[in-house]
């Protein structure tokens, strides 16, 4: 990802950004707001984590945002066919920065039982840039409260003055993959993903 | 009548759906394939039930050559055939006759070849290990 250099960076002193960004973080990692997406089976389970029982509003992730406009997380919950994986880039590009990516589940994480078939997308890291992966097939609402916990203290940690979108120079769109004659062109894309490594 | 399956031709299979359809059997429950390889055959599987009088499966099988399978389409008898009829088209390569324009139901429209036929070769992007070891490389 294309990031400018720290000559760049927009005018926050450091005596202000201390302090300010503490509070910045705490008001932001406690109303992260996913976005309606749904792929596959782990997406009942997301359901079910919204739904009382698990209540994902305890942690201020409530509002399950129907645009990516509003959105702040996007959980990748279940299969990405190669047929959704240009879909589901395009809708990365259009949540406003700054964003993030659950990846739910065996399928999201690597393609899980399907990773040898014609069809799947071994893995959205291949295309997107993951802040948390989240095995199971599917994971239970209490690991994926886990994995909002672990993204939270992600974002706690963070320093704005190293944030991607706080540079002169903001990371751009990701590039779509395109439909070949037998899966998607490129396979990856080569900023985000290095075949075995 | 109930669990039976009969072989048919292509020439025949219109008419023996006929006599089916005039037999109480309203309802086509599944339209699916099956790769012979061996043999160089595709075999149609149509699976027929009366609703009205509680009777069936009946099943007809149908085997065609591996190159340029066709078949007579069912869709002016069952529209259910429909769907079923172009993911057959989609993933073996079946064509239907007497319907029109068929149609991938699931891939691209560009998509090359049928993955469900057991020579289909997937793309090669670095393929997970439990693929190359199930190919003996």
Redesign the interface.
Known sequence: MAVGDDAGVRQIPGAIAGPVEAVFNWARKNSLWPMSFGLACCAIEMIATAAARSDIARFGAELFRASPRQADVMIISGTVTK?MAPLTVRLYNQIPEPKYVIAMGACAC??GPF?????VV?GINRYLPVDIYLPGCPPRPEALLHALIKLQEKIAGQRLVDLPYYKAQRPGDLPLPE??????EP??NPDLFT??A | MNGEVRQVTAQDLLAEVGRLQAAGFDYLSLVTAVDFIAEDQIELVYCFYSIASRKGPVTLKLRLPRTAPRAPSLLPLFRSADLQEREIYDLFGVEFEGRPGIKRLLLWDTFQGHPLRKDFQPDDDDRPVIMDERRGQ
């Open positions: 047929k690597a393609g990773a040898a078939g014609y069809n071994n439909y070949g004659p037998l899966g998607l396979p990856y075949p075995g």
